[in-house]
Structures are given as structure tokens and as C-alpha cells.
């Protein structure tokens, strides 16, 4: 693994619960509002995330807004499979305003660690591959798809489904994930692993994905893919 994943990653162990904290700044340019978000966890030093807003009327609820209305526009719609065209826009909307608060270096933030329900991919086949077309979709019925991000490298994907309603079955993949910069990351993940009733075998070669963190909070994370696909990612309960 290479030495830069390491560097960013390996001092963290697990989900954090990062404490908002709006810093309005009374410099002479009023439109400059900036907020922080403060890492704790007992056992290592506080990590100060910074963010700039440029809407000086923002109020410090107002990302909260934004999370809440994201997710009542992802849930239940089959992954963002049931949106219309219309209704895609408006959540990439609701993306752009909310990236406007994420931190200004998501990969060194605790809060990636943990366990994510893929709530929303503007494109189907994004996440799943085949299993998610619309020829897959009408066999296998998609039941779960979890991402676990684990302290210090670790990504583990796994889509979970019932095929032809009435034969379970679950694929997943590990992966090493690397930091690219300070919101772009890459995971380099082996081969899948599918398995179907009893049966169980590896089939395929290694796959590479590259997503932007284009916000990340308590509740939800945002990606972003390198051929442009929207994610939402729900933290597990």
C-alpha cells in the first residue's frame, strides 16, 4: 500500500462524531462566513476541518436542511433508479449546494470510517455493474448495498439480492483504498466474490474506482465519480 494512504489514514481507527461549530468572521468583507468542524476522539489530537462559505444570509442549520432534503428525495426510489429526469436535477442541485460545506480535507476526516448504505447513484450500472442494468434489475432484486470503510485502508463493498424472488444471494468486493489529494481517493479492489445459495466462488479480475468526497457529515457522504456519477451514502445505524 502505498505510502501516501498510510500517511492520511492509518492514525484513525473508526467512525468519529465530528461537533459543528459555526465561526462567523467579522472581517470587512461580509460575504466571507466561514464554519469549522472539530474532529474529537479521546485518544488523538482534535482535527480542525475547515470550510468557507460564500452566502453571508447561510444560517448554521442550513446544511441539516440540506441532508434532510436529500434523503427524502433518495428514499425509496430504488437507488435513484424510479426518478424521473426532472427529479435526478433536483437532487444533483441539493449536491452542489451542500458540497459548499464540506470540509476542506474529507479524506482526513474521521468520519469516513464506517459502515454506508448506497442510498442514491445517478447512474444504475455505477454501482453493482451488470446486477443493477435493466436487464439485471429484473433478475436479481436488490435487497441491500453496503460500503464499510475501515481504518486504515480497507473498503469493503457488498450488494446483497434476491434472484428470479426466491434465490439469495450477496457479491462483495475488498479493496485498498489510496488518497490522491485531499478529496479524491482510489480504491484498487480484487476480484468479486459472489456467492448463491450454498454456492460460493470468485470470479473476474481486479477493478479500480476513483470517487471525490464532496461532503461528509454524521449522516450522509457525498461522492462524486470520476466519470461524473453522483453518490449518496447513508451511515448505518
Not at 23 to 35: E, G, M, T, W, Y
Not at 71 to 90: I, N, P
Not at 99 to 109: D, I, L
Request: proline share 5%; charged share 25%; aromatic share 8%.
Amino acid at each position: 500500500m502505498a505510502s501516501s494512504s498510510l500517511a492520511l489514514l492509518s492514525s484513525f481507527r473508526g467512525p468519529e462524531l465530528c461537533k459543528k461549530k459555526s465561526l462567523i468572521s467579522h472581517s470587512k468583507h461580509p460575504s466571507d462566513v466561514s464554519f469549522s468542524f472539530l474532529c474529537r476522539k479521546s485518544r488523538i489530537p482534535p482535527i480542525l476541518c475547515s470550510v468557507s462559505v460564500s452566502d453571508p444570509q447561510v444560517l448554521t442549520g442550513r446544511p441539516d436542511d440540506l441532508v434532510a432534503s436529500i434523503l427524502s428525495k433518495v428514499t425509496e426510489t430504488d437507488r435513484g433508479v424510479l426518478l424521473t429526469k426532472e427529479q435526478q436535477e433536483e437532487v444533483t442541485r441539493v449536491a452542489q449546494e451542500l458540497q459548499k460545506y464540506c470540509v476542506a480535507e474529507p479524506v482526513r476526516c474521521p468520519l469516513i470510517f464506517g459502515e454506508w448504505d448506497v442510498v442514491y447513484c445517478s447512474n444504475p450500472t455505477s454501482p453493482g455493474g451488470g446486477y443493477r442494468s435493466a436487464f439485471g434489475r429484473l433478475v436479481f432484486r436488490t435487497k441491500e448495498m453496503i460500503q464499510a470503510v475501515e481504518a486504515p485502508d480497507t473498503v469493503k463493498n457488498k450488494v446483497s439480492f434476491s434472484a428470479l424472488g426466491f434465490l439469495d444471494g450477496e457479491v462483495s468486493l475488498k479493496g485498498r483504498l489510496k488518497a490522491l489529494d485531499d478529496s479524491w481517493i482510489q480504491v484498487i479492489f480484487e476480484a468479486p466474490q459472489l456467492k448463491v445459495g450454498s454456492l460460493e466462488f470468485q470470479y473476474g479480475g481486479e477493478s479500480e474506482v476513483k470517487l471525490k468526497i464532496t461532503y461528509i457529515d454524521e449522516k450522509i457522504r457525498l461522492g462524486k465519480g470520476s466519470r461524473g456519477s453522483l453518490f449518496v451514502f447513508q451511515r448505518r445505524k
